[in-house]
């Protein structure tokens, strides 16, 4: 067991002009208390406690910081360990000038997620939290945060909890009619499998229509702006990214420099792909030729296609719409401050049901609506609760999905008078599977992958 001491530096988010020199093990304290001046030692003030002082090199006692120290006492700290954080004032260089002092004094730097993973394998937080943690971290949008912060709190892991009940109360039904076969509990046993079972299959199947949702609000939802030359694509990206705060990305990994953009309309994060397409060549699929372009627009969950009111739909309209032909789209109409050239009825045709928004960039009109139906595209029906629990994760997903099928396999086999011991098997498997999502059955090495994931200092 690596039981040693580790540090790094723990910057609140928002990045902030206090930096965290954040310490945690059994060490902790004692290697604090040699390098802080101030009314009393560390290892004698209670826990809890903020203390005021100077960080000094205990070599050359050259004083590095004025410095507030948190005494942290195990076990109710964040990693159920000692901890020390020595909050300084001084901005990055001064903080990572005490952060080499401590690293110099008996402490070793912590690996990226390290603090997180103490806290799972001491028995702090669960799996499912300590990857909200790392959501929380990369959270784009302030419903993504809502999300991530309900599942820190916890909720997933309850609902799971829930469940993996019922599947127990099952097989322990099943143990007894194993156990006692003239105790005439088959057929109560099998009518529990099927409420039981149905149960569990309809609410596993609620998360994982939430979990959509979650993935974009985690990822957020790719979308290609296309239409042909001057139609006003950059427009609707300037006007998208000037009304929503947007982040650039390099996408890394990718043949050619795809830019990537986000934007937040109305709680939907958008990630804008191939904006320097936009904005250089104007257009995908002459700048990535047909083939990839293809491979984009069907890669992508959102199309945004932009047409002229004022100009007769050409072939290459046409081609566009069977490019996005199986795509959730949204058509735009755009310089509806022009003369009327368009053939609207023949758009909608096109359309096949998807939203026709009209736009006059130029004038700034119909962004409104635009917005309104990418909203409502993306929260259709009652998707729109702030405190939803979405399943936002995608190993949550691949597992939710297995512990379905081995319910549904375990609800066939019940309905097709197989054995009992071989329901159980599969009742078994569900159980086991959506242990996994709270971290009840996983293996080390996944758990090791999970953490180097998160930032440093977390
Ligand atoms: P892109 O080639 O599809 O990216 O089109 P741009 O956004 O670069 O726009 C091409 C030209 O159309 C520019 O001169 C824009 O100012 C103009 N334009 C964009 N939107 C409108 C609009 O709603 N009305 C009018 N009249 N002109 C527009
Ligand atoms: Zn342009």
């Not at 299959?201 to 239409?227: C, F, N, P, W, Y």
């Not at 609506?369 to 702030?386: K, N, Q, V």
Request: proline share 2%; net charge negative; aromatic share 4%.
């Amino acid at each position: 067991m690596d039981i040693d001491t580790i540090a790094a530096i723990s910057t609140p988010m928002g990045e902030g002009a206090i930096g965290i020199v954040r310490i945690s093990g059994e060490d902790a304290v004692a290697a604090a208390d040699k390098l802080y001046k101030g009314p009393r030692r560390l290892e004698e003030v209670d826990t809890h406690t903020i203390n005021y002082g100077h960080i000094q090199d205990p070599d050359t006692e050259e004083t590095i910081e004025e410095a507030m120290v948190s005494v942290l006492r195990a076990p109710k700290t964040y990693t159920k360990e000692d901890i020390i954080e020595i909050n300084c004032h001084g901005g990055l260089t001064s903080v990572n000038r005490v952060l080499q002092l401590v690293l110099r004094h008996g402490v070793r730097l912590a690996e990226p997620g390290e603090f997180t993973k103490r806290a799972f394998l001491n028995g702090r937080i669960d799996l499912s939290q300590a990857e909200a943690v790392m959501d929380l971290i990369r959270a784009k949008t302030d419903r993504a945060m809502n999300v991530a912060m309900n599942q820190v709190e916890g909720k997933l892991s309850t609902r799971i909890q829930s469940l993996r009940q019922k599947l127990l109360e099952t097989v322990a039904s099943v143990e007894v009619n194993i156990d006692y076969p003239e105790y005439d509990a088959e057929e109560m046993t099998l009518d529990m499998i099927r409420e039981k079972g149905s149960e569990v299959r309809d609410a596993v199947d609620q998360l994982l229509m939430t979990a959509h949702q979650g993935k974009i609000l985690r990822e957020g939802l790719s979308t290609v702006i296309m239409g042909r030359p001057n139609v006003g694509k950059s427009s609707l990206l300037n006007s998208l990214v000037h009304e929503n705060k947007a982040i650039v990305t390099d996408v890394p990994g990718t043949t050619r420099d795809v830019v990537e953009e986000y934007v937040n309309v109305r709680g939907v994060p958008l990630r804008l792909l191939d904006t320097a397409g936009i904005r250089e060549t104007e257009d995908i699929v002459e700048r990535l030729g047909v083939e990839r372009s293809r491979k984009v627009v069907k890669d992508a969950e959102l199309a945004l296609l932009v047409l002229n009111y004022n100009e007769v739909l050409t072939e290459a309209d046409e081609e566009l719409f069977k490019l996005i032909r199986d795509q959730d789209s949204i058509i735009i109409i755009n310089k509806t401050d022009l003369e009327a050239r368009i053939s609207l009825d023949r758009v909608r045709e096109l359309a096949n049901g998807n939203p026709v928004i009209s736009t006059s960039l130029l004038k700034d009109e119909g962004v409104d609506e635009l917005e309104e139906a990418i909203r409502s595209l993306f929260f259709a029906g009652d998707m729109d609760g702030g405190d939803m629990s979405y399943v936002s994760n995608s190993r949550h997903i691949a597992l939710l999905e297995q512990a379905k099928r081995s319910v549904e396999e375990a609800l066939d086999a019940a309905e097709n008078g197989m054995p009992i011991d071989m329901v159980q098997i599969d009742i078994t498997r569900a159980w086991e599977v959506l242990g996994e999502v709270i971290g009840d059955s996983v293996q080390e090495s996944l758990i090791d992958q999970l953490f180097s994931q998160f930032c440093l200092g977390k």
